[in-house]
């Protein structure tokens, strides 16, 4: 399957792997595997994923879809986690395959950018000064926006 969402951690490596040795004769592979964050000035203990699933699968789907017709790649995955995770573990997992470099790198960031913004997801941190929703960041809109 070419977007899955789970509860359960993945390894990245494990993965990626997976992925290039089902998907040879590409000219260039990109992985990009975003992690849960906690910073000495913005520290969590926590973060709860939550998603509408179909709707969020569907999205995906076609969002991959997209990005392999607009930037010619040959394959492309999407791995994102959902539930609670802890700071350092692996929340999602973007990987594409590719004739040329730029086209890989092109069709990650494009998904990544717009996943950020339209997939169906809400996070909710938990900290040292209590619970909190995420909000949606005017950087991520202008990242998304840049490949209309």
Known sequence: MSVTLQSEPFDPGTLF????????????????TGLVRSTPEDPITSMTLEHYPALAQRQLEDLRKSAMARFGLYEARIVHRFGKLYPG??????????????????????????????????KKEEGPDGTRWVEAKDSDDKATARWS
């Not at 997976?18 to 990009?32: C, H, P």
């Not at 594409?96 to 950018?113: E, V």
């Open 17 to 32: 792997n997976a992925f290039l040795k089902a998907n040879q004769g590409a000219g260039a592979a990109v992985t990009f």
């Open 89 to 122: 573990d692996p929340i999602v997992q973007v990987m594409t395959l590719a004739p040329h470099r730029q086209a890989a790198f092109d069709g990650a960031n494009f998904i990544m950018d717009t996943l950020k913004t339209t997939a169906p997801f809400w």
